[in-house]
């Protein structure tokens, strides 16, 4: 049983570059979040989904988008990364969020 | 503010009990209250969560106070294992959700 699960695991990109970063969930999980760990803090709430097909902004949207096309999967996207968006990245899942989440090990980007 | 307070670090020794305190003044009736830990490196871990009553599971016990203003997560036989930020989250409105910067719990052997 995976769980959820993040890929990559580590990336560094270069100012201005885009990439994706997939979570996928084997739990029938309706449920999905994107958070960013900066050092020393608490996780703060990028994007999240309550369905396949719906996405809703969180507490930090800005310089983000996400995608869930299918229910297990949960895509969270830098058009044009800058360093400030240098963090420690976790997806989420939940089938009832009152229930307890269940998280990723995390991917850590570096921009430079 | 949706956020808890809780200390910023507390020291255990090994295989005695610990008693991590949350604050949560501000929490209304339908909230939940929910604790998870954080390894290092690690993404967070789910501990436990309770409405009103005391919880009990095989990590720890919560319990939380009679106005529910307050609560205290505890682990009875501390590991070093258990060394880890520990997260009082308060959940209102089904799916919100915020992390303070939790408590980091050291076990000393």
């Given at each position: 049983?995976?769980?959820?699960?993040?890929?990559p695991?580590?990336?560094?990109?270069?100012?201005?570059?885009?990439?994706?970063?997939?979570?996928?969930?084997?739990?029938n999980?309706?449920?999905?979040?994107?958070?960013r760990?900066?050092?020393?803090?608490?996780?703060?709430?990028?994007h999240?989904?309550?369905?396949?097909?719906?996405?809703?902004?969180?507490?930090?949207?800005?310089?983000?988008?996400?995608?869930?096309?299918?229910?297990?999967?949960?895509?969270?996207?830098?058009?044009?990364?800058?360093?400030?968006?240098?963090s420690?990245?976790f997806c989420?899942?939940s089938?009832?969020?009152?229930?307890?989440?269940?998280?990723?090990?995390?991917?850590?980007?570096?921009?430079? | 503010?949706?956020?808890?307070?809780?200390?910023?670090?507390m020291?255990?020794n090994?295989?005695?009990?610990?008693?991590l305190?949350?604050?949560?003044s501000t929490?209304?009736?339908?909230?939940?209250?929910?604790?998870?830990?954080?390894?290092?490196?690690?993404?967070?871990?789910?501990v436990?969560?309770?409405?009103t009553?005391?919880?009990?599971n095989?990590?720890?016990?919560?319990?939380?106070?009679?106005?529910?203003?307050?609560?205290?997560l505890?682990?009875?036989?501390?590991?070093?294992?258990?060394?880890?930020?520990?997260?009082?989250?308060?959940?209102?409105?089904?799916?919100?959700?915020?992390?303070?910067?939790g408590?980091?719990?050291?076990?000393?052997?």
């Amino acid at each position: 049983n995976a769980g959820v699960t993040q890929t990559p695991k580590f990336r560094v990109l270069k100012t201005g570059q885009s990439m994706t970063l997939l979570c996928a969930q084997d739990m029938n999980h309706e449920y999905m979040y994107w958070y960013r760990q900066d050092p020393g803090m608490g996780l703060r709430l990028i994007h999240y989904s309550v369905g396949e097909g719906t996405t809703a902004k969180g507490e930090v949207p800005d310089g983000y988008n996400v995608s869930r096309l299918k229910k297990q999967n949960f895509l969270l996207g830098l058009e044009s990364a800058a360093p400030s968006q240098t963090s420690v990245y976790f997806c989420a899942s939940s089938r009832q969020p009152s229930y307890g989440y269940t998280f990723g090990s995390g991917t850590r980007l570096t921009v430079v | 503010d949706a956020k808890t307070t809780q200390p910023n670090s507390m020291e255990s020794n090994e295989e005695e009990p610990v008693h991590l305190p949350c604050n949560h003044s501000t929490i209304s009736g339908t909230d939940y209250i929910h604790w998870y830990r954080q390894l290092p490196s690690q993404g967070p871990e789910y501990v436990i969560h309770g409405l009103t009553s005391n919880v009990n599971n095989r990590m720890a016990s919560l319990a939380i106070a009679e106005d529910r203003k307050s609560s205290t997560l505890i682990l009875h036989r501390a590991t070093l294992r258990d060394a880890a930020v520990y997260y009082c989250i308060r959940v209102w409105g089904g799916q919100n959700f915020v992390f303070g910067p939790g408590t980091r719990l050291s076990v000393l052997p």
